[in-house]
């Protein structure tokens, strides 16, 4: 892995700031499974606190993140770094996705 990890500069708009809630998306590269099939894989993190940059710390520091639960009958690991991820706040009291617009 590159020591040189770019910074996400943190958002301006105070709807963006740490102490509001908001989703990470971890996006994974296509792959085949074992009946032959192609799949692709995310893993969506609530980030109750807000502290987005901390848990992307965390779980690159621990190497990736795994879904506690089975599914399909398997674990899944998400190994770091994942392909593309994607960040959205969330309005704390409806939960509802608010447009990140930089407006």
């Known amino acids: 892995m590159s020591e040189k990890i770019i ?4 958002l301006k708009k105070p709807d963006y700031a740490i102490g509001r809630p908001c989703v ?3 996006y994974y590269p296509a792959f085949v499974d074992d009946n032959g099939q192609t799949q692709t894989h995310n893993a969506t993190i609530t980030v109750e606190n807000g502290d987005w940059q901390a848990t992307l ?6 190497g990736g ?3 506690s639960e089975p ?17 959205h ?3 704390p009291k409806t939960r509802e996705p608010i447009a990140m617009t930089g407006e």
């Open 24 to 26: 990470l998306t971890l």
């Open 89 to 91: 706040a969330l309005d």
């Open 7 to 10: 910074p996400i500069r943190q």
């Open 65 to 67: 993140a795994y879904e």
């Open 57 to 62: 710390d965390a779980i690159r520091e621990q």
């Open 71 to 87: 599914k399909n009958g398997k674990l899944w690991l998400f190994p770091w770094p994942p392909t593309a991820i994607s960040l």
